[in-house]
Structure formats: structure tokens, C-alpha cells
């Protein structure tokens, strides 16, 4: 099982990018793709999941109305499309993959979640 995440660079605040977390090794159906963001100084906390497993999807409430999360079955991809950037959604952005649901994105247990992939550097600011 390999995930490999990728789309990060610089964007200015108020600006938009799309991360990417392309997944291999397994069927996605019977699981959810999380992802996790690290700031410098800070603990990794989730920021957004979708479940191939049930259809739902979680924002934490300091993306809410601005990132949203879809996955494409064909492709075996997840997108994290980020709106309305802000200096502090610079971070490391990492995906990685829990079974069925995204309880341990929910919570922002790192330690519930598998096959963490590459993280890839968002940096707003102007």
C-alpha cells in the first residue's frame, strides 16, 4: 500500500490549491483517506476525511466552508481542494488511511490512521 500526496507550494492568502493524495495497494471502498496537517511547533492535527466505506466526509471547524474533499473511485485519488487560504493553514500537509469511517481524523488520532504518505509543504503568505 502506497500513498503519495502532492499539489503544495506557495499561495498567497485568499488564494486556492488543490492537493492531491494518490492511493495504490488497496480498495478504497472499505476505507476512509484522512487528511492531517503539521505546523511548525505544533501536534499533526485531521483536517478533513472522506469514507469510501459510507460517503461522509468531516472538515475540522477551522476549514469548514473553506476546503472541500472528494475521492474519485476510478483514479484512486482523494483531492483536497483549499479555498480562502490563510497564513495559518501553513503547515505539512500528510494523507493517510483508516478503516472504514473517519473517527481517527475526527479526533486528530495520528496513531489510528496507516500508510501515511509523503507530506507536502503548503506555505500562504504573502
Known amino acids: 500500500v502506497q500513498l503519495q500526496a502532492f499539489g503544495g507550494g506557495l499561495v498567497q492568502p485568499g488564494g486556492s490549491v488543490r492537493l492531491s493524495c494518490a492511493v495504490s495497494?488497496?480498495?478504497?471502498?472499505?476505507?476512509?483517506i484522512g487528511w492531517f496537517r503539521q505546523a511548525p511547533g505544533k501536534e499533526r492535527e485531521g483536517v478533513s476525511c472522506?469514507?469510501?466505506?459510507?460517503?461522509?466526509?468531516y472538515y475540522a471547524n477551522s476549514v469548514k466552508g473553506r476546503f472541500a474533499i472528494s475521492g474519485d473511485n476510478v483514479e484512486n485519488t482523494v483531492y483536497l481542494q483549499m479555498n480562502s487560504l490563510k497564513p495559518e493553514d501553513t503547515a505539512v500537509y500528510y494523507c493517510?488511511?483508516?478503516?472504514?469511517?473517519?473517527?481517527?481524523?475526527?479526533?486528530?488520532?495520528?496513531?489510528?490512521?496507516?500508510?501515511w504518505g509523503n507530506g507536502t509543504l503548503v506555505t500562504v503568505s504573502s
Open positions: 493517510a488511511i483508516e478503516p472504514m469511517t473517519c473517527g481517527a481524523t475526527r479526533d486528530s488520532w495520528a496513531g489510528g490512521m496507516h500508510h
Open positions: 495497494g488497496l480498495i478504497l471502498k472499505f476505507y476512509a
Open positions: 472522506i469514507s469510501f466505506s459510507d460517503g461522509s466526509t
